[in-house]
């Protein structure tokens, strides 16, 4: 067999131009379909212990991947400098996330850090991270202490033969929920009312795969005060061999769920929130908190591009405007250059006044520009899901 090669990094980015005309940050940033800026998503490393084969499969990241220098990623200062400046625009939400965000050393002083900014109203930023729970049970207490609010653990199944395959490095399920378990005992997403809806779970649905395991997981969370979403197995990327086949619709999804089930619709909880909110309802046939809700995240079979608020920064500081993009804009080369905090602001700006990206949209409708040649859309392992 001849060894797959994957260059990640072809074509990759482009010039940020700082324009003519500045652009002020006014925090009323719009894109080409009146889109706002509200969430930033800061990949932090592109390194991660697990090599789930929807994201980072082994053969393509193995012992001979060369991941990116370390001085090639953006510092911490770097991170909460240009973080500041994307707040000043509107964003209202960080989200650190990887690779696995939890390798990246000192994480907690990054996490300070951007802990002390303030919107231009003086109000606290909703400060988040996305993992894979291997490192939580270790990490919680020195997250929760340098100022995360909440946290959302990836986990594709509880029958550990499974969750060990999709892992593909042989760790246990029973550490990931021991690190849901630490998160809960140091108060990681526990919300005014004493709950954890800022406590979620992300579950990858793949037919061939963990099919098997949603009863399982909507049984073991349904009442534990967790939000459990289920997410459709995305076309991210080149190298996770991705199959239509493969997706299971979330519609489908929620008529196996309310086989067992009662379930009820519930309002999305903020603008551009990408997963659908279902209650487990009661013997009234209503919603009843204190079973919880789980969530399913369409973005193959019902796109949600038309309020996407989200922009992407990658651990060397290139700014993407989608997950499924193909390039982005080195944000790194201006922070580095001397160039100051308005140039930049406006850098950005500008970037978003022309985003008209809306690749789900596209593909719903079999309307997809041809690839350009050398061009890859970018891994999720890159910039985060």
């Known amino acids: 067999m001849s060894e797959r090669v ?50 980072m499969p082994k ?4 012992t001979d991947y060369k991941y990116l220098p370390h001085s090639s990623l953006l510092s911490f200062e770097e991170i909460t400098r240009i ?14 996330t990887g690779g696995e965000p939890l390798l990246r050393k000192n994480l907690e002083v990054l996490i300070a850090q951007l802990a002390a900014l303030r919107t231009p109203e003086g109000l606290p930023l909703d400060l988040t991270l996305t993992t894979n729970g291997s490192l939580l049970r270790r990490k919680a207490a020195g997250l929760k202490a340098a100022g995360l609010q909440r946290v959302t653990v990836s986990l594709d199944g509880l029958n550990d033969t499974i969750f060990r395959a999709m892992n593909d490095v042989d760790f246990p399920v029973a550490d990931v929920l021991d690190g849901i378990e630490a998160a809960k005992e140091v108060g990681l997403g526990r919300d005014a009312k004493g709950g954890f809806s800022g406590l979620k779970i992300n579950m990858v649905v793949k037919k061939s795969t963990n099919l098997g395991e949603i009863i399982p997981m909507a049984r073991h969370f349904r009442g534990s005060g967790l939000t459990l979403r289920f997410i459709e197995y995305m076309d991210v990327g080149e190298t996770n061999g991705w199959q239509m086949d493969e997706v299971l619709p979330s519609a489908e999804l929620i008529k196996l769920l ?48 038309g309020d996407c608020n989200r922009a992407r920064l990658s651990t060397e500081g290139q700014l993407y405007l ?3 993009a193909a390039q982005g804009f080195d944000l790194r080369t201006l922070m580095r250059n001397g160039t100051s905090d308005a140039d930049i602001a406006s850098a950005i700006g500008l970037i978003w006044n022309e985003r008209d990206d809306r690749y789900s949209e596209l593909r719903g409708q079999n309307l997809q520009p041809p690839p350009v040649p050398g061009q890859k859309r970018v891994e999720m392992s890159y910039i985060g899901g």
């Open 6 to 55: 994957i260059s990640l990094f072809d074509l990759r980015n482009r010039p940020a131009a700082v324009p003519a005309t500045p652009i002020p940050a006014t925090g009323l940033l719009g894109d080409k379909r009146g889109r706002p800026l509200r969430d930033l998503r800061i990949s932090v490393t592109d390194r991660c212990n697990f090599r789930c084969n929807y994201c």
């Open 59 to 62: 053969e393509v990241f193995n």
């Open 83 to 96: 973080a500041r400046l994307f707040v000043s625009h509107g964003v209202q939400k960080l989200r650190l």
């Open 258 to 305: 309310q086989t067992e089930f009662p379930l009820v619709p519930l309002e999305a909880s903020a603008p551009g929130e990408t997963a659908q909110r279902w209650g487990y309802a009661n013997a009234q046939g209503v919603f009843d908190p204190r079973l919880g809700e789980v969530g399913v995240i369409s973005s193959v079979t019902q796109a949600f591009c």
């Open 322 to 324: 989608c997950l499924f």
